[in-house]
């Protein structure tokens, strides 16, 4: 008998009829001999619904009342998921973050969890019961409600699986795993059957939002083996799990070594953001400390930032211009923050350029494949997109490029790569990508 978590996104629970479907599903792993857990998101684009309707109350409002809001979009699908099951002949039970156990800082709109107590849950599975947990939410330890921002209920499944040492957790969503990038724009691409945790790390950060950044850290540090998977089809997903170079045994023969390695791809993927605006901070004295000094008042602000690019000062004027790439949802603040300081900083003008698009390239095997960035540029420069910022990690090259040329860029770089599937279009079962 196996404890498996099962976590069931928002277009897999969109309207009854989904949740009905889901409901069997599950009703089917518990029959099977399984211990379940479930962790359901809020029905299809709910979350996002509530958002808007927060904007025409406030423009900004208060994080405490909007993480109450939010979390009340997982708690309507975890109570219907629960009345679907319980249909079926099978008894289950649904519960809040807080009531699951799942304790957090109270940074409101993007809380971590601090730890997971899933008593309750234990109870529930001791009487054959499955128990139904709320997605993307927590408690902190001041008993407010918290979220653990946007996908975040991709979270709430793997630090469930951790806190409760699931044999695996399964990610149900609207595609079959995870693609060699998006399908909804590359239709071309190919599903992957294995990625390590340090890859998908990669590819989450750079915006494959198909598991939520966090939730790949927390299965990196807890070991917790996930299978993405579809909730429309019976099809085998992707797993995530192990270190590139895995599948290298160090006691085999030097020709199977070789062999395994060249099971290990040299390139994951293609990922691609929308989320992320450019901030360029014109005419600003290239003097010892001025950068420094920037980045302190950005960091003050609470921004998370991404690229940086200085461009070489003028000699006549000793002026300079700073870019960098954040948030979109970060931009007021940030302006806000560096205007006050304009005096002291002495710039000219601050730029904010909200139509650009980041598309990366992602694979271990990079480390040791020289010519790489070239093709990717090279790709770029065939397809006549320009190229506006670049930064690198040891497996991940990325680019800005104006947003109305970001889905040609991801196509271009898949096809550069040769990752197009032999076997036909990718399957989008629902959802809207949004
Ligand atoms: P859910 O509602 O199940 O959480 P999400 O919309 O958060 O679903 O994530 C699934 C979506 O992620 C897919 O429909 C797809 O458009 C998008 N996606 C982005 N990159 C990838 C990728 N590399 N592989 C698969 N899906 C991806
Ligand atoms: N409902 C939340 C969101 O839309 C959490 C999730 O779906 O994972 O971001
Ligand atoms: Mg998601």
Same mark, same amino acid.
């Not at 996002?48 to 979009?73: H, V």
């Not at 939520?212 to 299978?227: I, K, S, T």
């Not at 799990?241 to 030097?254: C, M, Q, R, W």
């Not at 948030?327 to 560096?338: E, F, G, V």
């Given at each position: ?26 009703a ?5 001999? @399984? ?8 029905m ?72 997971v ?29 918290t ?9 709430t499944?793997?630090?469930l ?63 917790v ?7 429309f ?17 160090? @006691? ?106 980041k ?10 494949h ?59 079962y ?5």
């Amino acid at each position: 008998m196996a404890l498996v978590v099962q976590k069931y996104g928002g277009s897999s629970v969109s309207d009854a009829r989904s949740i009905k479907r889901v409901a069997k599903r599950i009703a089917e792993a518990k029959r099977a001999g @399984n211990d379940v857990v479930v962790v359901v998101s809020a029905m299809g684009d709910t979350t996002d619904e509530l958002l808007d309707l927060a904007a025409d109350i406030s423009p900004r409002p208060p994080q405490r009342e909007m993480d109450i809001l939010l979390t009340a979009g997982e708690r309507i699908s975890m109570s219907l998921l629960a009345m679907a099951i319980d249909k079926l002949g099978v008894k289950a039970k649904s519960f809040t973050g807080q009531q699951a156990g799942l304790l957090t800082d109270a940074v409101h709109g993007k809380a971590r969890i601090v730890d997971v107590v899933p008593h309750r849950i234990r109870q529930t599975l001791e009487k054959g019961q499955v128990a139904i947990v709320a997605g993307f939410q927590g408690v902190s330890s001041g008993n407010d409600v918290t979220t653990l921002g946007r996908g975040g209920s991709d979270t709430t499944a793997v630090a469930l699986a951790a806190g409760l040492d699931a044999d695996v957790c399964e990610i149900y969503t609207d595609v079959d795993g995870i693609f060699t990038a998006d399908p909804r724009i590359a239709p071309g691409a190919r599903k992957i059957d294995k990625v390590t945790y340090e890859e998908m790390l990669e590819l989450a950060a750079s915006g494959a939002k198909v598991l939520a950044l966090r939730a790949v850290e927390y299965a990196r540090r807890y070991q917790v083996p996930v299978h993405v998977r579809s909730s429309f089809s019976g099809k085998n997903g992707t797993l995530v799990k192990g270190t590139h170079g895995d599948l290298i045994d160090p @006691n085999a023969s030097s020709e199977e070594q070789e062999e395994a390695a060249m099971e290990d791809p040299i390139i994951s993927g293609v990922a691609h953001d929308r989320s992320e605006a450019k901030i360029t901070i014109v005419g600003v004295p290239d003097t010892l400390g001025q950068a420094a000094r920037i980045f302190e008042v950005v960091a003050a602000a609470g921004t998370n930032i991404d690229m940086i690019v200085q461009n070489v000062s003028a000699a006549d004027t000793g002026l300079t211009d700073i870019s960098f790439t954040l948030p979109h949802a970060d931009i007021r603040s940030t302006t806000a923050a560096l205007n006050a300081v304009k005096s002291e900083l002495k710039f000219d003008d601050l730029q904010v350029d909200d139509e650009i698009g980041k598309v990366s390239l992602v694979g271990a095997g990079m480390k040791s494949h020289p010519g790489i960035s070239a093709r990717l540029f090279g790709a770029l420069r065939d397809a006549g997109i320009n190229i506006e910022m670049i930064s690198t990690s040891e497996i991940r090259i990325s680019v800005v490029t104006r947003a109305d040329n970001l889905d040609d860029a991801v196509r271009a770089i898949h096809t550069a790569f040769e990752l197009d599937s032999a076997e036909g279009e990718a399957v989008v079962y629902a959802g809207t990508g949004r």
